[in-house]
């Protein structure tokens, strides 16, 4: 008996060894041939939404962090560039920290509106036709975004100015900065200047945000590690 079964087992094993071997083989075959079938509009769409959702929700998260804005180089709201004698003449006279108060402040308003922004895009992403996916799919590193900023770009600062405007106000940026341009006013031989905070602040905020978002945007076209499901590798892998 021990002798009839020792040979049975050798040929099942090699039996089910070659099994495997051919299922592997068969999967990799299907594997290959899925990869050579088209796109379809509906798979682009999907993987688009998907990486822009992800995209949207960590540039919004960075932008609207402690010091997102203050502390990033490529972000940081300076003095408004209107203004920008009133920062000089006032610094060579001695009020630097005073104007140093009022950039972090500027900051802090953009700061707290970049949390506005996240629904916003998801809106316009969910109602994304399948023709804007295919063109944004074949499109610039950054052409998801420039699209974004095509169609939202009056909602968001809608959605931006209040929270702007109410945040310098809190924080007394707003009186910072005319009592700042005040005293530049009062100076001899200059000449006055009141540009809108409100608005440079608002737009500054929103140009940072889409910034960030541009970068997410790159960052999935361009590094496969960061295609975190199997429809974006699909989707955007087809553009390597």
Known sequence: MNIVRVPLLCILALVAACADKDLRDSLAYLDATAQEVPLTEREVSAALKDALSRGIARGAARASAPDGFLLNPELKIEFPPDAIKVEQTLRRIGFGKELDRFVVQLNRAAEQAAARAKPIFIREITSMSFRD????LNGEADAATRYLERTTSDELYDAFLPVVRKTLDQTSATRYYAELVNRFNQLPLTFDVDPD???????????????????????????PAARTTRLLRRVFGSLD
């Not at 905070?197 to 945000?209: M, N, Q, R, V």
């Open 133 to 136: 996916a295919f063109e944004i």
């Open 197 to 223: 905070l409100d608005e440079y602040a608002t737009e500054k905020a929103i140009e940072g945000l889409l910034k960030l978002v541009a970068e997410e945007e790159a960052e999935i076209r361009a590094n």
